[in-house]
């Protein structure tokens, strides 16, 4: 079924982990796709990879006239824009507030809002007029880290906290003219980068160790891959099956919220042998 025939789909953070996938559905779900990334590399895969259907632009999501670029580049292309997509972003690798050294503050604290949050505002604002005139939507990446402590550092978590907010906000601000919803995944195997002022621009993301001990943490036993993550986007994108929402945030993210309090994080462990 294509349920995102004829949509124009703009996406941050559309060249690697996460955003990549949703891409590759947004694009199997018949939707045109921009995609801005700070990698020139991933772009030019992706428009080669899917031709006419994407359009790349180079640029950081935390210049706002790169915001611009991309927005007008799908406008040019597809003639419209039917969704934007915020989805870029870095992590902290957990990093404590006793271990956040006091001189590396202010840039770190700087960095991760700046990418986490303003560069969503960034988009929201170059997005606003197209959106308007499509009656379209906004769908932003959020995380376990936008509800609950450990998913990250103090830095990372109230960053994704921040997007909680602004997704309430503008769902208020724009109606009834533009949904604004989000998708807050738990953790992925990805790329997923740590922020310069730290030196942990380079660091690997702990993905396949997260997966092993998945079935310790995580209610539903695994680390959901992520393109399994990516049907959350295309249901907020539907025009059909979002009509009534607008502010709404799926917590898509394995049953954090019902983990309980004990060691074993399952109510249901044994259940099969006892029915
Ligand atoms: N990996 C996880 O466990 C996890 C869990 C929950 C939420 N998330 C969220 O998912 C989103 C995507 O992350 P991912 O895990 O796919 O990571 P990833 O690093 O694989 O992908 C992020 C993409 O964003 C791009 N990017 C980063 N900073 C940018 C900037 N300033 N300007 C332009 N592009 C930039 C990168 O080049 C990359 O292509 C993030 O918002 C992240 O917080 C990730």
Redesign the pocket.
């Given at each position: 079924m294509s349920r995102l025939e004829n949509q124009s789909i703009l996406v941050?953070?559309?060249?690697?982990?996460?955003?990549?996938?949703v891409v590759e559905r947004l694009i199997e779900e018949g939707a045109s796709v921009g995609v801005?990334?700070?990698?020139a590399e991933?772009c030019a895969d992706l428009e080669s990879r899917f031709e006419d259907r994407v359009i790349g632009t180079v640029?950081?999501?935390?210049?706002y006239e790169?915001n611009e670029r991309a927005v007008a580049a799908c406008v040019d292309r597809f003639g419209k824009l039917d969704c934007a997509i915020?989805?870029?972003?870095?992590?902290d690798y957990n990093i404590t507030l006793v271990d956040l050294p006091a001189d590396k503050l202010n840039q770190s604290f700087s960095e991760l809002f700046?990418?986490?949050v303003l560069?969503y505002l960034m988009l929201s604002k170059a997005a606003l007029k197209p959106l308007a005139q499509s009656q379209g939507s906004m769908i932003f990446?959020?995380?376990?880290?936008g509800f609950w402590p450990s998913?990250g550092g103090v830095l990372?978590t109230t960053?994704?906290h921040a997007v909680v907010g602004l997704i309430k906000q503008l769902a208020f601000e724009l109606a009834p003219h533009i949904r604004v919803n989000g998708v807050?995944?738990?953790?992925?195997?990805?790329?997923?980068?740590g922020p310069a002022s730290l030196d942990m621009q380079d660091l690997e993301?702990p993905?396949s160790a997260?997966e092993a001990g998945a079935s310790g943490f995580v209610p539903l036993s695994r680390?959901p891959t992520?393109a399994e993550y990516a049907g959350a986007y295309v249901f907020f994108a539907s025009r059909e099956d979002n009509v009534p929402a607008t502010g709404s945030i799926l917590n898509h993210?394995g049953g954090f919220g019902v983990r309980g309090l004990g060691p074993v994080p399952r109510g249901g462990d044994g259940l099969l042998k006892k029915l």
């Amino acid at each position: 079924m294509s349920r995102l025939e004829n949509q124009s789909i703009l996406v941050t953070g559309g060249a690697s982990g996460l955003g990549l996938a949703v891409v590759e559905r947004l694009i199997e779900e018949g939707a045109s796709v921009g995609v801005l990334d700070r990698s020139a590399e991933g772009c030019a895969d992706l428009e080669s990879r899917f031709e006419d259907r994407v359009i790349g632009t180079v640029g950081d999501v935390r210049e706002y006239e790169d915001n611009e670029r991309a927005v007008a580049a799908c406008v040019d292309r597809f003639g419209k824009l039917d969704c934007a997509i915020g989805n870029a972003g870095i992590w902290d690798y957990n990093i404590t507030l006793v271990d956040l050294p006091a001189d590396k503050l202010n840039q770190s604290f700087s960095e991760l809002f700046d990418i986490n949050v303003l560069g969503y505002l960034m988009l929201s604002k170059a997005a606003l007029k197209p959106l308007a005139q499509s009656q379209g939507s906004m769908i932003f990446t959020v995380s376990n880290a936008g509800f609950w402590p450990s998913g990250g550092g103090v830095l990372y978590t109230t960053t994704k906290h921040a997007v909680v907010g602004l997704i309430k906000q503008l769902a208020f601000e724009l109606a009834p003219h533009i949904r604004v919803n989000g998708v807050a995944p738990g953790a992925i195997s990805t790329q997923l980068k740590g922020p310069a002022s730290l030196d942990m621009q380079d660091l690997e993301f702990p993905g396949s160790a997260m997966e092993a001990g998945a079935s310790g943490f995580v209610p539903l036993s695994r680390l959901p891959t992520p393109a399994e993550y990516a049907g959350a986007y295309v249901f907020f994108a539907s025009r059909e099956d979002n009509v009534p929402a607008t502010g709404s945030i799926l917590n898509h993210d394995g049953g954090f919220g019902v983990r309980g309090l004990g060691p074993v994080p399952r109510g249901g462990d044994g259940l099969l042998k006892k029915l």
